[in-house]
């Protein structure tokens, strides 16, 4: 070919629709200073040529890159292996369908990333920042929201006060959960808790305790990491030291999973010498071996509500709440 490039060009569309440059411009952009009879010659003249917008000179204008991040400061494994986050994505992508922005995952696995990370997100690569699994402390969401990007986070973080962000009433679902263990008379009930850097974590834990407590019982708590090998380890603790437990609350359900292989290799039996209920309600729940009773919570629903607080943050939209608070509720099966 010769005469023209291969990729038509701005003046090649303004040419052809017999227009200045400014106002493809502005066609493209979306500006409304732009008469009807101008943007239908130009959006011809763009279906004709096959143009397309140059999304890089379009930010330099525009300030825009039509793409936020999603953060997860979590390993591969738990990523890739636990339900949960796949809800939290699978919400995030429904909830920016119709809105233009692209969604990039990011992964912080060590202190080296996340520093090229920070630097990253904060260079005006992103509209804006999704963050989840966070732990105590983190100074990035901080940061974003000082060099102006808009953040919102799944979950809240223990010693943060964030902007916006998106959780479940964690203490609420733990409460209802060990009340329930209580009203079928178990006495010994213990508990396998989360990170407690971790706002779940902490809240989980502090449900439980004020079921306990309410009811005059004991505590009897072990700590995992929300993995299903941590609630092996931890159940295997527990029942060295409270042979004689009859329930287990576990933080999460792959926690709640590890704890029914140690019950069966153990001959206790389920729920009628020990009774068991996790947090999740994941697709595993119901095909464990006994299926196991467990906190509904909707990762989907989480994933939504952030990338909606986002959007209109982005948009620079007044939010009437900008916390979303999601109820979870019991789902019981034969395990409890």
């Known amino acids: 070919m010769t005469g ?3 990729r038509p060009t701005l003046e090649e569309v303004a040419a052809r629709a017999g227009v ?19 943007r239908e010659a130009v959006l011809k003249a763009i279906d004709e040529l096959g143009y397309v917008p140059n999304r890089a000179a379009r930010t330099l204008v525009t300030r825009r890159t039509d793409t936020v991040a999603l953060v997860v400061a979590e390993s591969d494994q738990r990523l890739f292996g636990e339900p949960y986050f796949a809800g939290i994505i699978r919400g995030i992508s429904n909830g920016l369908g119709d809105t233009g922005l692209q969604l990039l995952l990011a992964l912080a696995r060590s202190p080296d990333e996340y520093a090229r990370l920070e630097h990253y997100l904060t260079t ?13 402390e983190d100074p990035l969401p901080a940061k974003l929201e000082a060099n102006g990007v808009p953040t919102v986070l799944g979950g809240r973080p223990p010693g943060l006060s964030p902007v916006s962000y998106v959780d479940v009433d964690n203490r609420l679902g733990a409460r209802e959960a060990v009340g329930h263990l209580i009203s079928g008379g178990r006495r010994r009930i213990a508990t396998i808790a989360g990170p407690q850097d971790m706002g779940v974590g902490l809240d989980r834990l502090a449900g439980y305790r004020e079921a306990l407590a ?20 931890a159940a295997e ?7 004689s437990l009859d329930a287990v609350f576990a933080a999460d359900d792959p926690m709640a999973l590890g704890a029914l292989r140690v019950l069966h290799r153990h001959g206790r039996r389920v729920p009628d010498d020990v009774a068991v209920m996790g947090f999740d309600d994941s697709a595993a729940a119901p095909l464990a071996d006994p299926p196991l009773s467990t906190v509904h919570q909707a990762p989907d629903e989480m994933g939504r509500e952030m990338a ?10 007044h939010l009437e709440d900008p916390v979303v608070i999601l109820q979870p509720y019991l789902v019981l099966r034969e395990s409890a």
């Open 4 to 6: 023209r490039s291969l």
């Open 237 to 243: 603790e527990l029942l060295t030291r409270e042979p």
């Open 214 to 233: 309410e009811a005059g019982l004991p505590e009897l708590v072990a700590y995992g990491d929300f993995g299903e090998a941590s609630g092996i380890a």
């Open 20 to 38: 200045g440059r400014g106002t493809v411009s502005r066609v493209v952009n979306g500006s409304p200073r732009v008469s009807a009879q101008a």
């Open 308 to 317: 909606r607080l986002l959007v209109s943050r982005i948009r620079g939209e």
């Open 124 to 136: 005006q690569h992103v509209d804006g920042v999704l963050l989840t699994s966070l732990h105590a």
